[in-house]
């Protein structure tokens, strides 16, 4: 074993930064730690509405949402009140044997957003086990009905799931999954619609319905589940694409008795237009994944929806035909209760409505920038927006995204772009003033990060 290097063991002060107590002591997710050495992370003091603001008073608009979490903006009053109340009532109580106000409700108000399709809801506290649940309950499901044989799964190329390791074997990104590869049972990979990909939107969800009808064809005896991200692929550079690739997943599935698993764990509580991704298509998936905007930022709180006729298969006297999942803090009524504030905020302000009025202006702030010949593929739906900067040599489109990064932050913004892929994801409370910083300061921050 090396010894540990001195740099981790910093000398403390009562003057040393929160940054510096940060490093040496917390473990940064999705980080290579060694790179805070030049650029140490911020210390964000408080939040109000879409503003951040730091430890010196700095403030920064949350351009992304606090990795896409975030729809109503921190600190929300009616979000506040309704926690504190909760906190005053209960703040957890067990699932198993036990149930609360707040899981009953949140779960009739979910069922009710799916007209009932989607009428059971399991929960858990992240996306990523939430992806698990679907996984598990589709094989279970084959299980229970006779058809055990049926236990492999299949993604999209570039596709998102989380990290977990049963996630993380549908999730298509090198970069996240090489390191574990040897702990995986592989999911079979099929073309992405991603309407980069061809000439047409069109074309490009056809031809990635072709691919996945070759598949099912071949392999649907032993196929469980089909896993998508719909609409917007967003972990892996806001791949967006056609709504009919959704259409036909839906109906290759039924011919070939495969479950549908819509992970709306970034697209749904209405980031793509509609509340959730798929009523665009529209259709309804067999499986709904949903975390991240669900507690509006203000709790780990994920869940599951599915069918009734998914439901009824683990329906028995035999406890083990039963779904025996479960985690700790499954339903946590604080959790459940932002939820449920969140969605009294969708019904009484007309978000989707008002959030169509914030993407019009916002795109024709961004015009400068759709008609700029060092990026392609300017790309925006509900409130995401996404292009990619054309950088020919390999060392500055490596360095691209911390340059971004530190250049946004100097114009009073926090943007994160993905590899080359520019990306904003708003929360659903900029006024315009709000808009014009968004829009000048991403502009402004490309135009210094191009020049340099
Ligand atoms: C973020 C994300 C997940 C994982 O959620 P965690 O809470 O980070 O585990 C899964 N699927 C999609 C599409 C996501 O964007």
């Not at 858990?124 to 598990?136: M, Q, Y």
């Not at 589709?138 to 977990?164: I, Q």
């Not at 709306?264 to 994944?289: K, L, Y």
């Amino acid at each position: 074993m090396r010894s540990l290097l001195p740099s981790f063991k910093p000398r403390m002060s009562e003057t040393t930064s929160l940054q510096q107590r940060s490093l040496a002591a917390v473990w940064h997710p999705c980080t290579q730690m060694k790179r805070h050495e030049s650029l140490p992370p911020l210390a964000i003091a408080r939040g109000e509405g879409p503003w951040l603001y730091d430890v010196e008073g700095k403030r920064y608009l949350d351009g992304i949402s606090s990795w896409w979490v975030n729809l109503f903006g921190h600190a929300h009053p009616q979000i506040n009140a309704a926690l504190k109340d909760q906190l005053d009532t209960l703040a957890h109580a067990m699932l198993s044997g036990c149930t609360h106000a707040p899981v009953v409700e949140l779960s009739e108000r979910l069922a009710a957003l799916t007209g009932h399709q989607l009428g059971h809801c399991f929960y858990a506290s992240d996306g990523a086990s939430a992806v698990e649940i679907s996984l598990k309950m589709s094989f279970h499901f084959w299980r229970n009905t006779g058809r055990a044989e049926k236990r492999e799964f299949v993604c999209l190329k570039n596709s998102y799931h989380g990290e977990t390791l049963g996630a993380l074997s549908v999730t298509d990104v090198d970069l996240f999954r090489d390191a574990y590869d040897p702990l995986l049972r592989h999911a079979h990979i099929v073309a992405s619609p991603d309407a980069r990909n061809a000439e047409s939107a069109e074309v490009a969800a056809k031809n990635a319905i072709q691919a996945l009808e070759t598949l099912l064809a071949d392999k649907h005896a032993q196929i469980a589940a089909l896993i998508v991200e719909p609409l917007v692929q967003c972990a892996t550079g806001m791949a967006m694409y056609d709504p009919l690739y959704l259409r036909e997943a839906r109906r290759l599935c039924d011919q070939y008795d495969v479950h549908l698993i819509a992970d709306e764990i970034a697209v749904g509580c209405g980031r793509t237009g509609t509340f959730f991704a798929c009523e665009q298509a529209p259709i309804w998936p067999d499986f709904i994944c949903l975390s991240k905007g669900i507690s509006a930022g203000y709790l780990p709180l994920s869940l599951v929806m599915t069918t009734d006729t998914i439901y009824a298969a683990f329906y028995d006297e035999d406890v083990t035909r039963g779904f025996l999942h479960s985690h700790s803090y499954t339903g946590n009524p604080m959790a459940c209760r932002a939820a449920l504030a969140a969605l009294d905020l969708f019904a009484a302000d007309n978000v989707l409505a008002a959030n169509r009025m914030r993407a019009a202006r916002l795109n024709e702030l961004l015009q400068p920038l759709a008609a700029d010949s060092r990026i392609l593929h300017y790309r925006n739906r509900g409130m995401i927006w996404a292009f990619d900067a054309i950088i020919e040599d390999p060392a500055k489109a490596a360095t691209f995204s911390n340059r971004f990064h530190q250049a946004a932050l100097g114009q009073g913004l926090l943007l994160r772009p993905i590899g080359t892929t520019m990306y904003l994801m708003p929360p659903y409370v900029l006024d315009d003033d709000a808009l014009v910083h968004l829009a000048r300061g991403t502009i402004a921050s490309f135009n210094e990060v191009m020049a340099a």
